[in-house]
Every structure is written in C-alpha cells, then in structure tokens.
C-alpha cells in the first residue's frame, strides 16, 4: 500500500522558514517525480515545485528564488525548505506523486504565515 505522510507545517512569521518533509512508505519512490502542492483557504490546489527523478526541479513564479523542493530517495523522503515567507503562502501543502497514472496524495500539513 502506497502512503504518503507530511511534516513540518506550523505557525510562522512573515521573513521566516519552514521545512515540510514527506514520507512514502510502498512502492518506487525513487522512480517517479515528486510534487508540492498548496490549498489556500477558499481557494483551489495549485502545484508549487516539482523535482524529477533525476533531481531537476521546477517551481511556480510566485516562489522562485523562496522555495527549495529536494529529495532523498534512500529515504524515500522529500523535502520543500521554505525561507521568506509570506501571508500569502499560508495554504494546506500537500505532496503527491503519480504512478502510473495513479495519484497518490499525503493528508497535508498546514501552514499559517502571520504575525
């Protein structure tokens, strides 16, 4: 059975950081891309950062040069580093990835940025 768990989420000011992890347990992880995905409340899911297997990442504009996704496959773990935060950043993150053609998703972990 394919799981996945997030971390990492909490309470935080605008300026700071946070590191949401996320860990698969069942299956390839090490295979398949891994993505970040946020839901702001009120509002739709949006995907944020993307690393592929080989490690080459992507991120939505509204994060570039904030956000940092990673991954560990010995660990089957992923990470997102997020440093400068914003209000506009607090969303519920989810991470999922698709396997053959099979979206799996983690319960989410929420993330409030306000002072």
């Known amino acids: 059975q394919v799981q996945f768990v997030e971390s990492g989420g909490g309470l935080v000011q605008p300026g700071g950081s946070l590191r949401l992890s996320c860990v698969a347990s069942g299956g390839s992880f090490w295979i398949y891309a891994v993505n970040w995905y946020r839901q702001p409340p009120g509002k739709q899911r949006e995907l944020v950062a993307t690393?592929?297997?080989?490690?080459?990442?992507n991120y939505v504009d509204s994060v570039k040069g904030r956000f940092t996704i990673s991954r560990d496959n010995a660990k089957s773990t992923a990470y997102l580093q997020m440093d400068s935060l914003k209000p506009e950043d607090t969303a519920v993150y989810y991470c999922n990835q698709k396997r053959k053609n099979v979206d799996y998703w983690g319960q989410g972990t929420q993330v409030t940025v306000s002072s």
């Open positions: 690393i592929a297997s080989d490690g080459t990442a």
